[in-house]
RNA sequence: GCGGUCGUAGUCUAGCUUGGCUAGGACUUCGGCCUCCCACGCCGACGACCCGGGUUCAAAUCCCGGCGACCGCACCA
């Protein structure tokens, strides 16, 4: 603990109060905690509950996404084909004099000049004899450096008994995806384009996670990946959001050393090709509408380029959705890449299933093609047993080539064979395409649930009177509503308990409290962000109206308690305002 | 992982220099009183020296190690 008397700033005040409070706090805190492992109270995964289902309301419903789940651990095969295991490590160097830790990678590209495009294709060997080469000290205290080594950020363990079962903890949800498509694609009646996705855990082992739900090593993840036919990249919801705007930060901008924002709408955004795919300029725009919805103002958001070296290793292009908050200033909160058919290409490479989807012509196209038939007969007593490969290799070649070359020489070299006219036989073949095969692009919009948690929590949180409130939008409140005995005697609690089991059947998330004053119970509840508070008073044992109390203007109105069920539903899902619940009154 | 600063109830903190503690206070929480609508007041209760080792008759206090936090460096495909 410091002593120093600096006044905390918003994101103390936040987590302080979420552990306070019980969203979240640290994880194994009896065992001293763990960093970057949270655990969320039930406040806290209410809350985080309601956040991914608004995403489901705008993402999934509409656009048919069909949501999966797959496990965390993958055979080491799965991250291998992905790129992960190659890409998701960074060689370092000890000083082995102050044991500070560097990048090598690094060191080189500041001391020998050697660019990142070269210092990436260097292996440890290599980049230790550079390291020696350039005479490249430690920069803290001239030491010498020992051997390079890599950190590998994914999680290793074994599956089963044997050690050279390797596995890892994904790193992300997404290859969960890729590694089921042809399932997946057979339940989306194969047709183009759909998208599947998945909430789910991933395990990053970062070397320091210190910014609470913003770098955790276990997080939740939302990874959406939305399979289109390249060729017919035009997006249907298109003329929904073409006129929404987005706050860019351009590749290009970056590159002057400017963070200029932007501001286009998504259809100048495709029509100046800021954004190369449809699809992932619909979805930046519901990410937008998301977090707005989330309570964080769109001028506090923007979109930014990744340049193509920070960009992952499958991005053609890629933007990061990021957030404004008054601690760390921009933070990614989703990343937009268009992965084009990297992934399902490497697995396809890697486990030899076919990943191509068939697309049939509008009519069969019929092509005449030259076909060369090896006529065994004479390739036999020529090549004898190599006669079998020879006939391979010739019906593999390209038939005009072979075609021409005879004509022109009378022979054909077929590696260190020559095919004489006699042993083959070229004909003109009609065939008929019925469509084709390819394997389907992706666009992935991706998100970090914990963070938007912290981020709603960050845009709901003010301060009222010197008393803390979360002004979470109506519909993710962790709680919907309090219900308070103005007095805990005279069967005022009775009555309001009566009120909070009607209102708890109605399928509400409600809260009873009769403790302290009621005053008190207010602020308690505007601390956790219920929205409203019904109030059970002496005027209600004579007429059956009670009072109910907005947490963000402290107004109250009145209403009677048969109506509430009707009032209250209209209400949280915006069909009606506070000043529709009831006649105003004061207390 | 390195360097600096630091670790006392749910929270904020006093005590540490110079060892003597039955560890003090405030807020919160819980129980009670008060016709009590914005953390009112009054009475009462629960609750802590980060962990381990050492020095000592005696350790919250001194020493060593570990763990954790904050800030900076590095890292964040």
């Not at 380029?305 to 908050?325: I, N």
């Not at 649930?449 to 519909?475: G, T």
């Not at 119970?521 to 956790?528: G, I, N, P």
Request: aromatic share 12%; glycine share 6%.
């Amino acid at each position: 603990m410091s002593n120093e008397t600096k006044t905390p700033d918003k994101f103390t005040i936040i987590n302080e109060l979420a552990r306070r409070r019980g969203f979240f706090w640290q994880s194994y805190e009896i065992y001293g905690g763990v960093s970057g492992f949270v655990t969320y109270g039930f406040l806290g995964a209410k809350l985080k509950q309601n956040i991914e289902k608004k995403l489901r309301e705008l993402f999934v419903n509409k656009l048919g996404i069909l949501e999966i789940e797959s496990p965390v651990i993958s055979p080491s095969k799965v991250f291998k084909a992905s790129g992960h295991v190659d890409h998701f490590k960074e060689p370092m160097v000890e000083c082995s004099k102050c044991k500070k830790r560097f990048r090598a990678d690094h060191l080189l590209q500041e001391f020998a000049k050697i660019n990142e495009a070269e210092t990436e294709k260097l292996s440890l060997k290599e980049l230790k004899e550079a390291i020696e080469k350039h005479k490249i000290r430690c920069p803290e205290c001239g030491g010498t450096f020992g051997e390079p080594k890599y950190f590998l950020t994914m999680f290793k363990t074994t599956i089963g008994p044997y050690s050279e079962a390797v596995g890892y903890g994904r790193p992300e949800a997404a290859q969960g995806i890729f590694v089921e498509f042809r399932r997946l694609y057979e339940m989306a009646r194969e047709k183009l384009p759909f998208g599947v996705m998945q909430i789910g855990h991933a395990l990053r082992n970062e070397i320091s996670p210190r910014q609470g739900l913003i770098r955790l090593r276990e997080f939740t993840i939302i990874d959406l990946e939305f399979f289109f036919d390249p060729e017919e990249p035009n997006c249907f919801l298109l003329k929904d959001f073409e006129n929404e705007t987005l706050r860019l930060v351009l590749a290009e901008s970056k590159l002057r050393g400017s963070e200029e924002i932007v501001e286009v709408t998504v259809k100048e955004a495709l029509e100046k090709s800021y954004i190369k795919a449809e699809w992932q300029a619909v979805f930046m725009a519901l990410a937008k509408k998301l977090l707005v919805d989330l309570g964080v103002p769109a001028e506090k958001q923007r979109f930014i380029e990744k340049l193509p070296w920070e960009r992952a290793h499958y991005a053609l292009q890629s933007f990061d959705q990021e957030v404004y908050v008054e601690r760390w200033g921009w933070v990614e909160v989703s990343g937009h890449a268009y992965r084009t058919d990297y992934d399902l290409k490497q697995h396809m490479q890697f486990s030899g299933a076919d990943m191509r989807v068939f697309k049939e012509y509008e009519k069969p196209v019929e092509t005449e093609q030259t076909v060369i038939k090896p006529l065994m007969a004479k390739l036999g007593p020529v090549f004898k047993e190599e006669a079998a490969k020879v006939a391979e290799m010739l019906s593999e070649a390209d038939a005009e080539e072979v075609e021409a070359s005879i004509k022109k020489s009378g022979y054909y070299m077929l590696g260190k064979y020559k095919i004489l006219p006699e042993y083959i036989e070229v004909m003109c073949q009609k065939v008929k395409e019925r469509g084709k095969r390819f394997i389907p692009h992706v666009v992935e919009p991706s998100f970090g649930s914990d963070r938007m948690v912290q981020f709603a929590l960050e845009y709901a949180y003010r301060v009222k009177d010197d008393r803390a409130i979360l002004s979470f939008p109506r519909d993710i409140a962790p709680i919907q509503i309090g219900v308070y005995p103005l007095m805990n005697k005279n069967g005022l609690s009775e009555k309001a308990l009566q009120v909070y089991k009607m209102l708890l059947n109605e399928g509400f998330t409600v809260e009873y409290d009769e403790a302290g004053s009621i005053g008190r119970r207010y602020a308690r509840a505007d601390e956790v962000g219920i929205p409203l508070g019904i109030t059970v008073d002496y005027e209600t044992l004579n007429d059956t109206t009670v009072t109910i109390r907005d947490r963000d203007t402290w107004k109250q109105v009145r209403s009677r308690i048969e109506d509430l069920p009707k009032l209250l539903h209209e209400y949280f899902h915006w069909k009606a305002d506070f000043e529709d619940l009831g006649k105003p009154f004061e207390g």
